[in-house]
């Protein structure tokens, strides 16, 4: 008897264990990482949390290095992942020492058949990217942060500079020209503004160099004395202007001119609330004038990319406060 209750019992834990453990276990249908855009300084190091999603109501669960996460990187030299899931970032691209700027990377998770990915911006520590006179080392750079006190040298030309295809209004054909990749992000904005909300849009001072810019300023001082021009104009090497990332953009409602008022025309909101969209931020803030060293100039637009863009704006911040340094 004591035999057939053992047999009974051994039989039940084969046949109905298997069935309900086989119940209880679950297979996610996706994994992921809560953040799709990752910002970091070179030598940062994170890790990467990643979350299976089971279906239906079920609660996200966190998945375990444990339970088989595979993580690749998209750009060795840039980023490494450990396989327990820790990013690092390089301080230096390997073997030219050159300090990585505005560079970015994925990253790839598989798990079983399931993937996901995320992307990694870095931002630089700006610090590392002056020289002790405060000379930009690397003024390319689309991040590159130009204002009183990090200068570009006087003799920097951006490269691909490329004439604007948007309605101009000046007939100094210098103006007209902005670096290839902020001139297509340009155009793009344009054409929206145009397509979404019938505003147009004219583009009206651009690329500037040294020499343009020295002659504006000296203009600005002998026409208002040095105070108010240094609240409005750039000291030469000191302009984002010379960079050929920023416009100064306006719209026939202020009669093509660079006015405070135009701020609040339909089309200097719009502007404000989508030039993200396209790479661009408002440089000069209302309110953050000790911060920026400059009046509110609702017409300065500055392109640093799409990712950088979205989330100063996002932030409402300043280039300096993104970078969390005075100027
Ligand atoms: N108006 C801005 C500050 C410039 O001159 O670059
Ligand atoms: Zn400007």
Redesign the pocket.
Known sequence: MKRLYSTFVLLAVLLIVPFVTGCAEKEPVAIFIPQTEIILNPGDEVFLEVFADYGGDSELEPVLISEGLLFFSSREELLTVEPDGRVHIRSQVLNSGKVLTGESGELHVKYGNLKTSCRVLLIPNPEDSIDPMGFLIDPESIDALVNKTRSLPEDYEPPLLTRVSVPTCLTFQEVNHLRRPAAAALSRMFTEAEDEEGYKLIARSGY?SHKT?AG??QMNVENHGQEYADK???RPG?????TGL?M?ITSKTVNNQLVDNFGETPEGVWVHENCHRFGFIL??LPGKEDV?G?NY?PW?LRYVGEVLATEIYSRGLTLEEFYDLGR
């Open positions: 500037r810019q504006l300023y409005y104009s750039a000191t302009s984002e202007h010379q920023a100064d440089r000069y920026t400059y100039e300065h």
